[in-house]
């Protein structure tokens, strides 16, 4: 209080009075406002604020909380039919109940195009589009354009006639009929694209596998982001997906946590395309048609610990072209049919270099190949391999615990057990 307010007040208790008057506005002012209230909405399929039992119902909550600044859509138990991805958006936690949200695929349909899908254009013709519906998810490709990014994938958003569809991107490229160019009924179930700050959790996708059209998991997966920045995909299910189980790419702070890929005809896991600062953990990848753990490329500074990769068709954890300064820790890597480990051919320039191993059981992997722990094809320097556990279960005579196939400057194995093999480290590259 400043002195000339003091002397305004003539007496001491006009003093006092003062005072407390003061303190009393103080104390108001620093008073914490309130929290503000988060819009919560709840979607199911007999109950809650928004009801019914498809993708459209989903995806009106996520809209709505995301219109209202963001929020949590609370999705109830059930089966819920998808014809399209339920589209993540900025600020929006999107929860299910473990093992009780179901989101189901519907049955995958391909139709060859009859009109040339031209690079840019905005719609598509087909043989026959009497199986496809305002709304669904497709994606575009033919036999030269077929994979990769090389994929358009969009939304059906007007009828044009019987055969022609408006869609909701330009196709990516040509897609010619002389190249037998399709349109598929194919989607992811979750996605993201150029968004912010959003959760997935307690979900359970049931991919419908026997029966979808297969997505490249450069363009899809169960659960898929694109370009998107501090994602957490946490307690989610992908199984029997025609494609790869978790997937995403060019994003940067992506967390998954907690999740089971099991089942999938391609990869349980698939961190990718400059994707940078990782967090892979205490996920189960198991039973997958490819690799367990695809580490794709340009993925960096990453941490993938405690994670369970086993019984995969291709190898338990595949890394490569400048995917460096990874740590991987603590995970058990067994009984893959390829390599535990495969480091991909790759020449100096661009290896995975600086990744660091350590406090993994690598074991009962690449029987196929006599017994193989960890396997490195290309240059990539710098690689620490440190207290892990490499081997088999059983004794195994033409078992090989890491082996070189190209000069590797820099390796370092430290403190590793090696376990019922012939060889524990073969230089054939020294």
């Not at 001491?12 to 005072?19: D, E, G, H, K, M």
């Not at 990453?302 to 595949?318: I, P, Y």
């Not at 005579?397 to 012939?422: D, Q, S, Y």
């Amino acid at each position: 209080m400043c002195p000339r307010m003091i002397r305004a007040a003539k007496t001491p208790s006009a003093v006092l009075l003062l005072i407390f008057c003061l303190l009393g506005t103080e104390s108001r002012a620093q008073k914490p406002a309130p929290p503000a209230e988060e819009t919560k909405v709840h979607v199911g399929i007999t109950s809650g604020d928004i009801r019914g039992n498809d993708h459209r119902a989903l995806q009106a909550a996520v809209d709505y909380a995301a219109k209202m600044g963001g929020g949590t859509v609370l999705i109830g138990a059930g089966s819920y039919q998808m014809r399209n991805a339920l589209a993540l958006r900025d600020n929006v936690r999107v929860i299910g109940v473990p093992g009780k949200t179901n989101l189901v695929a519907c049955d995958g349909l391909k139709v060859p195009l009859t009109a040339d899908g031209d690079c840019n254009e905005r719609q598509i013709t087909l043989a026959d589009g009497s199986g496809f519906q305002i709304g669904d998810g497709v994606a575009i490709h033919d036999e030269h354009y077929r994979s990769g990014f090389e994929v358009t994938t969009a939304t059906l958003i007007a009828r044009v006639d019987d055969r022609t569809f408006r869609i909701s991107s330009p196709l990516y490229l040509d897609y010619l009929v002389s190249r037998k160019g399709v349109a598929c009924l194919a989607f992811p179930l979750v996605s993201g694209s150029n968004i912010k700050n959003a959760v997935v959790e307690g979900l359970t996708i049931e991919g419908n596998g026997s029966r979808a059209e297969y997505l490249d998991g450069c363009r899809g997966g169960g659960i898929y982001l694109f370009d998107c920045e501090n994602v957490t995909i946490r307690n989610c299910t992908v199984r029997h997906y025609k494609g790869d189980g978790i997937s995403f790419q060019t994003s940067q702070h992506v967390t998954v946590m907690d999740c089971l890929c099991e089942e999938n005809s391609g990869l349980g896991l698939h961190p990718g395309s400059g994707s940078q600062h990782p967090v892979v953990r205490y996920n189960r990848s198991i039973h997958n048609g490819g690799d367990g753990l695809f580490v794709c490329w340009r993925v960096q500074h990453g941490l993938f610990e405690k994670n369970e990769v086993r019984d995969n068709q291709g190898a338990g954890v595949s890394i490569g072209h400048k995917d460096s300064d990874n740590v991987f820790r603590g995970n058990d890597i067994s009984g893959n049919v390829k390599a535990g480990v495969l480091f991909r051919e790759e020449s100096q320039a661009m290896g995975a270099h600086r990744n660091v191993f350590e406090n993994n059981r690598i074991v009962d992997n690449g029987l196929k190949e006599g017994g193989l722990g960890i396997l490195i094809r290309g240059h990539h320097d710098d690689l620490v391999f440190r207290k892990n556990t490499i081997g088999g279960t059983q004794p195994n005579p033409k078992a090989v615990g890491i082996r070189c196939e190209k000069k590797t400057n820099g390796l370092e194995t430290n403190e590793n057990e090696f376990v019922n093999l012939k060889v524990p480290v073969d230089r054939a590259g020294k």
